[in-house]
């Protein structure tokens, strides 16, 4: 009677160890409630309701897209953040997520793992997504002529709250640039390499729109500056610097400097030379002239070689999953530092991670201690556990509870041994 019972248990998966359907410990998800999310693009520093959060960390996980070629409208940008910093070495600390809209819809994200964005393709935009807000932004990035009238607003407009030094435009300088979602502008005067105010174009920084950029002279110091302003209200006028032999940046001088205009074009073609301008000064008490000329590189997005490429393995630094014992949730309202929490010791965590795949499931609990939760955490994902223990003769048993699940799990006698390898300054 009792094995015919015995099997009974087993056809419906009722006992994991008689070759039923085995529960699993470990089962890391998206912890919402771990994170902060703000808007970049707005004004205002309130942070977005927990389901922001859900729909950011789904993105960008499956597999990447290697290149974005068609015009887009680029939405809002919004930045995760882990509420509580668990490592100093944690990549997925912080996550940006840019919106996008093409002939498919995009999400780029950026994060520590690689200094590449990641491309993913998405279903539908999320609700808080507001189409108003959208940006144009082309292929590549567009260039032309500036006006006279708008040279002339910004010379008759008052910049002495913003910048020390007056602006005085050399006329018939601007030239209006709309820049495309990713890569970068180099700007040579001659043989010389210099910085262009729109140096570096990521996805986030879509939003500028299109930047009005003239040239600026200082007669007694002799120095020429780059004067930008966006349609999304950034602002500089800063000296224009050429990079030296020992490579350092430094303030070019040009003495009786001269301008020409000289642009055609009306795209940047990638890997193409396009002249802007003629410098014309003096130099070693002769009149020389240079070139200056813009070179567009189309940024690249991060696939999953160049991820893996980037990640250098350090056995010294941890890299998750990290194993927490806590008094109370990772919220960010307490410190993650002792006394509140304790961190498993050590970098490989192999072993801890095993205790916890072997526990089998149980129908009870222990008592909780000082430290009554415990949280894995690795990547964007991880688990909390309630944390208890039962004190017998010569062990202590160890117990976990899965609350989402109403499952509780307790760890084999090697298992608890080596839970408390991992945390010696619990008291068993």
Same mark, same amino acid.
């Given at each position: ?18 070759? !039923? ?101 998405? =279903? =539908? ?37 913003? %910048?020390?030094?007056?602006? &005085? ?9 709309? *820049? ?15 910085? %262009? ?69 009306? =795209? ?36 999953? /070689? ?9 056995? &010294?630094?941890?890299?998750? *999953? ?37 526990? /089998? *499931? ?19 994902? !991880? ?36 839970? %408390? ?8």
């Amino acid at each position: 009677m009792m094995k015919r019972f015995l099997f009974t248990l087993c056809t419906v998966g009722i006992l994991s160890g008689c070759g !039923g359907e085995e529960v699993e410990v470990v089962k890391l998800d998206h912890m919402p409630s771990q994170w902060d999310v703000r808007d970049m693009n707005s004004n205002s520093f309130t942070v977005g309701p927990e389901t922001w959060a859900s729909d950011l960390l789904n993105t960008c996980t499956g597999a990447p897209i290697s290149q974005i070629n068609e015009d887009v409208t680029v939405y809002h940008t919004y930045v995760l953040n882990r509420k509580a910093m668990i490592s100093d070495y944690d990549a997925h600390a912080y996550k940006f997520v840019t919106y996008v809209e093409g002939d498919k819809n995009y999400a780029i994200c950026q994060d520590g793992s690689s200094p590449e964005p990641r491309v993913g393709l998405i =279903k =539908k935009f999320p609700s808080f997504i507001n189409a108003s807000n959208g940006v144009t932004v082309p292929s590549v990035p567009t260039i032309e002529i500036g006006t006279r009238e708008q040279e002339e607003s910004i010379m008759e407009s008052d910049y002495s709250a913003i %910048f020390e030094v007056p602006i &005085n435009l050399i006329e018939e300088t601007m030239i209006q640039v709309t *820049p495309s979602l990713n890569g970068y502008i180099d700007l040579n005067i001659g043989e010389d390499r210099a910085i %262009f105010p729109v140096s570096r174009i990521e996805p986030y920084d879509a939003q500028m729109g299109t930047v009005k950029i003239a040239l600026g002279y200082n007669e007694q110091s002799k120095e020429a500056y780059f004067f930008a302003e966006s349609e999304g209200g950034f602002t500089s006028y800063d000296p224009l610097v050429t990079m030296t032999e020992n490579d350092h940046w430094q303030t070019k001088r040009f003495e009786g400097l001269q301008v020409k205009r000289v642009l055609q074009e009306d =795209k940047l073609k990638p890997g193409v030379e396009t002249p802007i301008y003629t410098f014309s000064f003096i130099e070693d008490g002769e009149r020389v002239t240079a070139d200056v000329r813009l070179t567009y590189e189309a940024g690249k997005f991060a696939m999953d /070689e160049s991820i893996e490429a980037d990640i250098e393995p350090n056995m &010294n630094v941890p890299s998750g *999953p990290f194993v927490f014992v806590h008094k109370s949730p990772l919220n960010g309202e307490v410190s993650i530092h002792y006394p509140n929490v304790l961190r498993a010791a050590g970098t490989d965590m192999s072993d801890l991670m095993n205790a916890f795949e072997e526990a /089998e *499931p149980v129908d009870q609990t222990g008592e909780t201690g000082d430290y009554p939760l415990l949280t894995i955490i690795e990547g964007w994902k !991880g688990q909390e556990f309630q944390l208890s223990f039962k004190k017998r003769s010569k062990k202590v048993d160890v117990y976990v509870t899965d609350e989402s699940r109403d499952q509780t799990f307790k760890l084999s006698s090697a298992g608890a041994e080596t839970f %408390f390898s991992y945390f010696p300054d619990l008291d068993e």
